[in-house]
């Protein structure tokens, strides 16, 4: 991976862990994660209030759960894999606002 590319990683990382420490658990102990390879995955809560941000490193795990998201982030960015912006505006403007799981993952090669 590039050291740019891993430093802007591992600020972001260092960032989040300052700002969101009360929803951070981090394992560094028995960890088998492939080498050379960052993996991010989001998982998004069905009432699309809050997301669930894992990192798996070579050396250890770090999870943030339930992160919040601001009203602005559920209506502006289509976080429904299986829906587009225009349902996602609808189902939040007239109907129940229940939504289905999306799950995103994100492979990087250090």
Do not use: C
């Not at 009360?22 to 009432?47: F, G």
């Not at 429904?80 to 996602?88: H, P, V």
């Amino acid at each position: 991976m590039l050291p740019m590319l891993m430093n802007a990683t591992l600020g972001m990382e260092g960032w989040l862990k300052s700002k969101f420490y009360p929803h951070l658990s981090e394992n560094r102990v028995e960890v088998n994660n492939a080498n050379k390879q960052l993996r991010i995955s989001v998982k998004v809560t069905p009432s699309l209030s809050a997301v669930d941000l894992m990192f798996s490193k070579p050396q250890s795990n770090t999870l943030f759960r339930d992160l919040p998201l601001s009203e602005t982030t559920n209506v502006v960015f289509p976080l429904s894999a299986k829906s587009s912006l225009i349902e996602r505006l609808i189902d939040n403007t007239i109907s129940d606002g229940f939504a289905r799981k999306s799950f995103l993952n994100i492979s990087l090669l250090l």
